[in-house]
């Protein structure tokens, strides 16, 4: 990844020769790393010190805080804001008007001059349309969060939670399809996606993926 020091409105190449894209309407604030191949559509804003990774796709009016890092192949559908202490790795997709938030007691009397609570979100995770992810939580690999779920707990890997506050319902396989394990209380159970065929085990709320 390479720094980018203007606007652009069209394909530039960085200080490493690798190509993004970045609508004019946006601002890029300096210094910040965008690697090859990212988009960066309309009325964007991505803050100082943000690192954005290769063939990322950011909508329009996405909002990227102050040193937020956020790996290769990440989609931020329109009106996502990502605030500073949030980490997402490759493969996130968040879907429009989904919310990150950094303090868990917010008075504006009382800023916290930069000392936010972390958000981790692994590798995979799908998050649905004006979902909340309260800070403070992990979710892990590929876990699916509904719809206008609020998140306020880490989330185990492969789960499916909805609601608010969310809640564990179910399982999805890697490739975002439903997982059904027969129940057999504390034992050891195993499931195949029928879409791709993956195995997993589950033994009580941790599944893994079986090689």
């Not at 604030?29 to 009325?43: A, K, L, M, N, V």
């Not at 992810?133 to 707990?153: D, Q, S, W």
Request: charged share 20%; glycine share 12%.
């Amino acid at each position: 990844m390479g720094s980018l020091s203007e606007r652009s409105d069209g394909r530039q190449p960085n200080s490493m020769g690798q190509g993004y894209f970045v609508h004019p309407s946006s601002v890029i604030d300096d210094p910040c790393e965008i690697g090859e191949g990212t988009r960066i559509w309309h009325f964007c804003h991505v803050m100082p010190h943000a690192r954005i990774g290769r063939k990322c796709v950011l909508g329009q009016n996405v909002f990227v805080g102050r040193g937020v890092t956020i790996g290769d192949n990440v989609k931020l559908q329109n009106n996502v804001s990502v605030y500073e202490g949030v980490t997402l790795e490759d493969g996130v997709f968040c879907g429009p008007s989904c919310v990150f938030t950094n303090d868990l007691n917010p008075r504006s009397e009382f800023p916290k001059h930069g000392n936010y609570v972390k958000t981790l979100v692994r590798r995979g995770v799908s998050i649905g349309a004006n979902a909340t992810i309260v800070c403070g939580t992990t979710i892990g690999r590929y876990a699916f969060i509904g719809a206008g779920a609020v998140v306020v707990h880490d989330v185990p890997e492969f789960a499916l939670v909805v609601g608010n506050p969310a809640r564990l319902v179910g399982w999805r396989c890697m490739c975002g399809e439903k997982l059904a394990f027969r129940d057999q209380g504390d034992a050891a159970v195993v499931a195949s996606c029928r879409a791709c065929s993956r195995d997993y085990r589950k033994q009580g709320i941790a599944v893994q993926e079986v090689e």
